[in-house]
């Protein structure tokens, strides 16, 4: 089976014993309440999701990753994985400390030894990390509302989160024995934040033709106001799994991490993420983790030419659409015609599609989901 990123599938979750020892011995820590976002970063680094990590990135991890898209020692990642804090809290910190990292409530989740704080230069990581500092950019805008100052170090995690549809996150380990245990040797991870459209059916099956098994892996951690919300995307996966894919071929689990709509940095994020889970290959499509056209629909095809280290397979597959000569979805790959026998098929068009409250043609989406999201058409979206 495929290595997790960096050899390691870390695990920093403490036994309840040893996260009341910690507590008992460390009565008079500063506790950093953090949003849920944060809370699932903490949980992801504990579980393994975002091995090789040991805890939210210090000063020189940061600059490494935001410039050179590498940790310090030279091992691919795109992403900053941080913990923020006031000044006024930033001003109560020494280094060495221990944190103790609680939810907006005071419930303690897990703790930090604070090795680094520090701050950046906010404009010049925005560039780095979205091409943009446009505040339209809604992973620039998230960004620009944390608080000012960073700090770095070790975690250790005491408590799962109990967030929506927490049961259907199942950790890298588990679905590594799944997969142990089905004798699959390859395996297609599928990246999403929409419902099952047919150009996604259509990826996830060229994928899944040329593998072993696929993990279809949708975002359920935060999105921008208008996507889809996790119970109507678990709904809709759950109907067309059962009717439309061979059951023992098919892992489905979300993910819980929030989306950067960071384009082609984040594609190779969610790759490695998927590496970690134990696949050896990673669907990558049209404008992947893009948003409002800032970025071009095929950069995150071009960006893995950078990572020829990654040690996960790049299924790089052009953007399906409905070809009406063909009378199938198709790609500009397979299908000859003109752009006026074409019709797009995206999550931008189904969304607006159910918002004008028009019915959403087969092409688009199997009959049975499209009956269930009409049928809570006002329940849809975030």
């Known amino acids: 089976m495929i290595k997790p990123h960096g050899g390691i599938l870390v695990s920093r979750v403490l036994t309840n014993k040893e996260a009341a020892s910690l507590l008992a011995s460390n009565t008079n820590a500063l506790r950093v309440a953090v949003g849920k976002d944060t809370l699932l970063d903490l949980e992801n680094i504990a579980i393994g999701v975002y091995s090789p990590l040991k805890g939210f990135m210090n000063n020189d991890e940061f600059n490494n990753v935001v410039v050179h898209k590498r940790l310090p020692n030279g091992l691919a990642w795109t992403i900053p994985i941080t913990l923020n804090v006031n000044k006024c809290l930033a001003g109560k910190l020494i280094r060495k400390d221990t944190v103790i990292i609680c939810d907006e409530k005071n419930v303690p989740f897990g703790a930090m030894k604070v090795e680094d704080i520090y701050s950046i230069e906010k404009e010049k990581a925005l560039k780095h990390i979205f091409g943009t500092n446009s505040k339209k950019h809604p992973g620039v805008r998230k960004f620009c509302q944390n608080p000012e100052i960073f ?139 893009g948003v409002g056209g800032f970025y071009d629909k095929y950069a995150a095809h071009r960006i893995f030419d950078k990572f020829p280290d990654l040690e996960i397979i790049p299924m790089l597959l052009n953007g399906p659409y409905y070809c009406k000569k063909c009378s199938s979805v198709v790609s500009d790959k397979i299908c000859p015609h003109q752009d006026s026998d074409k019709i797009e098929i995206s999550g931008t068009t189904l969304r607006k599609m159910i918002l004008s409250k028009k019915k959403i043609p087969e092409e688009f989406l199997r009959k049975e989901i499209a009956d269930f999201i009409l049928m809570n058409r006002k329940k849809c979206f975030i």
């Open 151 to 289: 700090i770095g170090g070790e975690i250790w995690l005491f408590r799962r989160n109990k967030y929506p549809f927490y049961r259907f996150n199942l950790e890298p380990l588990k679905v590594r024995k799944i997969i142990e245990a089905r004798g699959w040797k390859t395996i297609a991870g599928f990246q999403t934040r929409n419902i099952p459209h047919r150009a996604h059916e259509f990826l996830q099956k060229i994928g899944l033709s040329l593998v072993d098994g696929i993990l279809i892996h949708p975002i359920i951690g935060w999105k921008k106001k208008g996507d889809f919300n996790p119970e109507t995307i678990i709904k809709s996966y759950q109907i067309l799994i059962k009717k439309y894919y061979p059951q023992k071929r098919v892992i489905f689990s979300g993910l819980a991490t929030a989306m950067r709509y960071a384009g082609p940095l984040e594609a190779v994020f969610h790759a490695i993420i998927r590496k970690n889970f134990g696949c050896t290959h990673f669907i990558v499509g049209r404008d992947h983790a």
